[in-house]
């Protein structure tokens, strides 16, 4: 097994790895400590299977189907979730800065996005690093943080998806209620501190006055995202990449319409509460 780092403290291309077979216990462990390491890993490549995808997320933990269900999901795997566009049924954007399901009181460890048909060039995705975003703020914010709690909601995902053609205006059913998770979180296996808040889903610093929090998010969020903190990944079909939710938020460029196929599909594996 290979790892190539890629970008500037984030990302690295795995080599060397067939994930269409299974991995043995060992090339798990690798995998495992690159991932916690690199926080993005990029396997180029790959025709596994929707199978084989949720095989090898599970060695990281359950795999679970989207809390909105909504959206559309393999017949036989529930928990792979298709992210399709196609001619009349452009796929729900996904350009905002986010971490997967942070709404949920346990959002997913990870997530990965297998690139069944990636369109060249275009539909790039950027990840940016929470450990760095956070680690390089001005030591007396950084403590005042430490104490902060946000809400984070999926109001604007819903109102999105019934929105979307890809859901064909489908209400959603059970929207969550809003959850509060620390401003700051510590990584539950590495044990390092990163920045827990994302303009998508976090609605506001828990007893801040409105506008006051929702400035200070907004500095977070161009702190988090400046260039020399991200990684772009530039799909190929055959790719597979797995993000840490838990130290990474991610942003998918749009700059592509409904005549263009792409075609992904998504697993996650069940995380712990941030604490
Ligand atoms: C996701 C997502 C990005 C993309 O699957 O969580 O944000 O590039 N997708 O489609
Ligand atoms: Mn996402």
């Not at 979180?185 to 990163?194: I, L, Y």
Request: net charge negative; glycine share 6%; charged share 25%.
């Amino acid at each position: 097994m290979t790892i190539t780092p890629l970008g500037p403290g984030i990302g690295a291309e795995i080599g060397g790895v067939d994930l269409s077979c299974g991995v043995s216990l060992t090339v798990f462990r690798d995998i495992h400590q690159a991932f916690l390491d690199h926080m993005v890993l990029v396997f180029r490549n790959q025709s596994v299977e929707p199978r084989s995808q949720v095989d090898f997320t599970e060695l990281f933990g359950a795999v679970e189907p989207h809390p909105l269900r909504s959206r559309r999901s393999h017949d036989e795997h529930p928990g792979v979730f298709i992210i399709e566009n196609r001619p009349g049924k452009p796929s729900a954007r996904n350009d905002f800065w986010h971490s997967d399901i942070s709404f949920n009181e346990t959002p997913p460890q990870l997530s990965i996005l297998h690139a069944v048909v990636a369109l060249e060039g275009k539909g790039d995705t950027l990840f940016a690093n929470m450990y760095a975003a956070y680690e390089s703020l001005p030591d007396e914010l950084r403590r005042s943080l430490l104490t902060m709690q946000a809400e984070h909601s999926a109001a604007r995902l819903a109102r999105r998806n019934e929105k979307s053609p890809a859901t064909d205006g489908k209400q959603i059913q059970h929207v969550p209620l809003p959850v509060e998770h620390p401003v700051v979180r510590t990584h539950p296996e590495s044990g390092r501190r990163a920045l827990y808040v994302n303009p998508y889903f976090t609605s506001c610093i828990v007893g801040m006055e409105k506008k006051e929090s929702a400035q200070l998010l907004t500095l977070l969020n161009i702190h988090a995202t400046r260039k020399e903190n991200i990684y772009q990944h530039a799909w190929r079909s055959g790719d597979l990449v797995m993000w840490d939710n838990r130290c990474t938020m991610h942003y998918a460029v749009y700059d592509y319409d409904d005549t263009m196929p792409r075609l992904m599909h998504r697993t996650t594996a069940a995380g712990d509460r941030p604490t």
